[in-house]
């Protein structure tokens, strides 16, 4: 490996970047956390003698994105890899009642993020030579594979995630870098039950109670559970391993058999 891993959207202890930021660092990565708000204290929770820092920026500004890579490479020398996983589920609910605002903010967050992450990952790691090559990994969602009803600006923007990441590895492979997505189910993390967010959305299109579509969800998949962070970010620490170099242009499903295209 060379250089850092940057990880965006890693500021939630109980999320899936942190638990990336864990799992690379256990690896050996230095690890760059991202995030809208962050504080030091959350490397408290990486591996003893983890070389880590933060950096808080908001993946829909250009600007503040390309600010991340130039710290990264100031401070370790180079971007050996990127993960795009900031994300926000808005806008959901039935076609008819979602506004502008939030279609908008949707895209930006989880397409136009995503956009602006392979963007200056790819800037440096292009610079910095053809043979260090590089590691880009995005976070989709098994919504961007099939879309379910009432999500539609959450699945329209992980569809989108997919072809960026489809046609960035058909672009940068010859320069030594894979570009793949994950496709995560549903993850059992406290996102889920907030206010506008999966529970209260699949509850309101069922006409049944958040705690039934809570208690109903983890029997759907076929390994009857939700998916754990450590299990999305296990995968992810694969894509950036040496071992994966001729992985690139995947969207790998992390369903627990939910999506098996």
Known sequence: MNGVAVIT???????????????????GWPVLLSDLELEDAVLEGLPTGADSATFVADVTDSAQVE???????ERWGGIGAWVNNA?????????????????????????????HGCRAAVRRMQAEGSQRGGRIVNV?????KTGPPHFAAYAAAKFAVIGLTQSV?????????????????????????????????????????????????????PIGRMVEPREVASMIAYLCSDAAAAISGAAINITGGDEVH
């Open 9 to 27: 959207g890693a500021g939630r202890p109980t999320g899936i970047g942190f638990a990336t930021a864990k799992a690379l660092a256990a690896d």
């Open 67 to 73: 600010a991340l890579a130039d710290f990264a490479v």
């Open 87 to 115: 994300g926000a589920l808005l806008g959901a609910g039935p076609i008819a009642d979602v506004g502008d605002e939030d279609w908008q903010r949707c895209q930006a967050i989880n397409a136009g993020g995503c956009f």
């Open 140 to 144: 989709s969602s098994q919504a961007g």
């Open 169 to 221: 590895a058909a672009e940068v492979g010859r320069s030594g870098i894979t570009v793949n997505a994950v496709c995560p189910g549903t993850v059992d993390t406290p996102l889920l039950d907030e206010p506008g967010g999966v529970w209260e959305t699949m509850a309101a299109a069922r006409g049944i109670s958040v705690e039934r579509a809570r208690e109903r969800a983890p029997r759907a998949a």
